[in-house]
C-alpha cells in the first residue's frame, strides 16, 4: 500500500542537531519563557527526585537540574537520542553553569517509565503529553510513579475552555460528515471524542480540553487540578498558526 508520507520538512531540520533545536526554541518560540513561569512553584515544592519525561533534547530538564541543584533530574525520551556531553553544550548554549548541573538520560515512555523502578516527587512533561494515545492510562501510570505527595506538571500544552473546545468540536464534525458524505477517505482518520480530539493525523498529536483534564483526574485520583494559563504563545512570529491560543500548564497533585 502506499504510505502517505510525513509533511515534516521543516521539524526535519529543526531536530536533526540539538544545537540547531534550541536555537529554534530560543530565538522563534516562547517555548522556555513559558515554561519559566513555573519556577517559583517548582521552587516551593522543592522535589528531591524528577523525572521530565517526553523530554525531546533535554532542555527543560537542564533548567529544572538548575532550579534545583544539587537535585539530579533523570530526562527521559523514547526517540530522541543525546548524549551527557552533548547535554552538557546545550546548557552552556542556554547561558546554564553545565558543570554543576546533574541530569541523568533515560529512553522511557509515559505508558512504562522504567517499570516503576523508581518512584518520583515531581513527573513533568513538557509538551509531550498531547502525544499520548491512551490518555486515561496513561495519566493513571504517571499516578502510580508518583510518590505521595507528589506532583505531576503537564507543562507548555495548549488547553481549550468548554466553549472553544465545542465550537472546535462542532466544526470537526461537520468535516468529518462532509468527507464521509463525499468520500474523502484519508489514511490517517480524524478522531473526535467528548473532551479531546486529534488535531495532526502525521504526528499524533491531541488537544485535551480542561473540562476533559478535570474528568481524568478525578478518575485517576489526583485532587482537583489547577491550570496556570501565561500570557505566552508558541510562536514568537506575530500571526503564526500556532498562536490563536496561549500555552498553558497543568498542575495534578496526588494525595498523601
Ligand atoms: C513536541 S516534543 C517536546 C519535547 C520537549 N519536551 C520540548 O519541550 O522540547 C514531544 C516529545 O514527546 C516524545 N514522546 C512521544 N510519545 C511519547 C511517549 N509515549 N512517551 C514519552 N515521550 C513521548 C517525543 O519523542 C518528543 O520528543
Redesign the pocket.
Known amino acids: 500500500m502506499k504510505q502517505k508520507s510525513f509533511a515534516k520538512d521543516s521539524a526535519d531540520s529543526i531536530?536533526s542537531s540539538y544545537y540547531s533545536?534550541i536555537r529554534h526554541?530560543e530565538s522563534n518560540t516562547f517555548?522556555r519563557e513559558a515554561?519559566e513561569v513555573l519556577e517559583e512553584r517548582i521552587k516551593v515544592l522543592n522535589p528531591k527526585s524528577v523525572l521530565?519525561?517526553?523530554?525531546?533534547?533535554?532542555?527543560?530538564s537542564l533548567i529544572l537540574a538548575d532550579w534545583l541543584r544539587p537535585t539530579c533530574v533523570t530526562s527521559?525520551?523514547?526517540?530522541?537520542e543525546i548524549s551527557y556531553d552533548e547535554m552538557r553544550v546545550l546548557a552552556k548554549e542556554m547561558d546554564l553553569e553545565a558543570n554543576k548541573l546533574t541530569i541523568e538520560r533515560k529512553s522511557?515512555?509515559?505508558?512504562?517509565i522504567g517499570s516503576g523502578e523508581l518512584s518520583w516527587d515531581m513527573i513533568i512533561?513538557?509538551?509531550?503529553?498531547?502525544?499520548?494515545?491512551e490518555l486515561a492510562d496513561?495519566l493513571s501510570t504517571l499516578y502510580q510513579n508518583l510518590n505521595p505527595g507528589g506532583t505531576l506538571i503537564l507543562?507548555?500544552e495548549v488547553i481549550y475552555s468548554t466553549f472553544k473546545y465545542r465550537a472546535k468540536m462542532a466544526k470537526k464534525l461537520l468535516k468529518i460528515m462532509y468527507h464521509n458524505l463525499t468520500k474523502k477517505w484519508a489514511l490517517n482518520d480524524q478522531l473526535v471524542g467528548q473532551g479531546r480530539f486529534k488535531y495532526d493525523s502525521d504526528?499524533?498529536?491531541w488537544s485535551v480540553s480542561r473540562d476533559y483534564y478535570c474528568f481524568l483526574a478525578e478518575c485517576v485520583g489526583f485532587n482537583e487540578p489547577e491550570f496556570i494559563e501565561t500570557e505566552y504563545v508558541s510562536y514568537k512570529q506575530v500571526g503564526h498558526a500556532g498562536n490563536e491560543m496561549t500555552i498553558s500548564h497543568v498542575i495534578l497533585t496526588k494525595p498523601i
Do not use: K, M, Q, T
Open positions: 531536530w533545536y526554541l517555548f515554561f521530565d519525561i517526553g523530554s525531546g533534547y533535554g532542555w527543560s527521559s525520551d523514547p526517540v530522541v522511557w515512555r509515559f505508558e512504562d512533561c513538557v509538551a509531550a503529553i498531547h502525544h499520548a494515545h496513561d507543562a507548555n504526528l499524533g498529536d
